[in-house]
């Protein structure tokens, strides 16, 4: 595996570099394979939130083939979003949908275990207070932090080229949330509303992981490692930070 370049040892938490995107995903499938069954070792639940964007695909197919589709205890699984676009469950653009797609409808999960961000309600301040109520519901609260916010086992985050993450978007109040765990996220770049876990959320996570592809993400990244970015402000209070990079993104 190719060495962690200088640039990035700053990033906060353990950085691993693959060779390339479908390293990434095998990883990251192996990642969740394991977190799944500790989770449901302890808990009888595994609590994961998904991101949508292009990268991840290539993770919801592996764990939707051989061996994952017949060895994960997917029945235990709860599925969450880390955020959603203003857009109908079937639009085009729908992290919800490019889940389902690729994973949902392809693996014993129980469609009743399934969280969709409401982010087509009329009014997203209160779909995004209904979606914090469901995760309040769901979930036990994590460790002490500004909102006592409810712990997910794990997040699956991705990177943007301007350094957002989730829909926590750079120069947005979404990034100064610290009182809430869902709030409403504003892109620069269609669809521009969006729902989104906010920090306190995501950093009660018992564990973050970034998966970042490809040498337009390069750039982003090394913002990241400097401290520049939304991205950077993802520290998990007490869980594991982990940085799924393939060596075109860490440059
Ligand atoms: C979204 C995502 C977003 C994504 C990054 C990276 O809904 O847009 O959740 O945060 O993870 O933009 O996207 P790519 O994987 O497509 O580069």
Do not use: Q
């Amino acid at each position: 595996m190719p060495d962690v370049p200088e640039h990035l040892r700053a990033l906060h938490g353990d950085v691993v570099v693959h060779d390339d995107a479908d390293a990434i995903a095998a990883a990251c499938a192996e990642l969740l394979a394991g977190a799944s069954a500790d989770a449901c070792a302890s808990r009888g639940r595994f609590d994961v939130a998904l991101s949508g964007g292009s990268t991840p695909v290539a993770t919801f197919d592996r764990l939707a083939g051989a061996p994952y589709r017949d060895s994960i205890e997917w029945p235990v699984w709860a599925v969450y979003f880390s955020d959603e676009r203003a857009v109908p469950a079937d639009h085009a653009e729908s992290n919800y949908r490019l889940v389902r797609e690729h994973l949902l409808t392809r693996v014993p999960i129980d469609p009743d275990r399934v969280r969709r961000m409401p982010a087509d309600a009329a009014d997203l301040d209160v779909a995004a207070d209904e979606y914090a109520v469901t995760l309040h519901g769901d979930l036990p609260p994590g460790p002490a932090g500004p909102a006592g916010a409810p712990r997910l086992d794990c997040i699956v985050l991705g990177l943007g080229t301007n350094g957002h993450t989730a829909s926590l978007f750079p120069g947005t109040p979404a990034l100064n949330v610290v009182d809430r765990w869902v709030t409403r996220g504003r892109a620069d770049h269609a669809p521009f509303d969006r729902l989104t876990l906010t920090y306190p959320t995501i950093n009660a996570a018992a564990l973050v992981v970034f998966l970042v592809s490809g040498a337009g993400k390069s750039a982003a990244l090394r913002a990241t490692a400097a401290g520049a970015t939304p991205a950077a402000d993802v520290m998990p209070a007490d869980g594991r930070l982990l940085w799924l990079l393939d060596s075109a993104a860490a440059g």
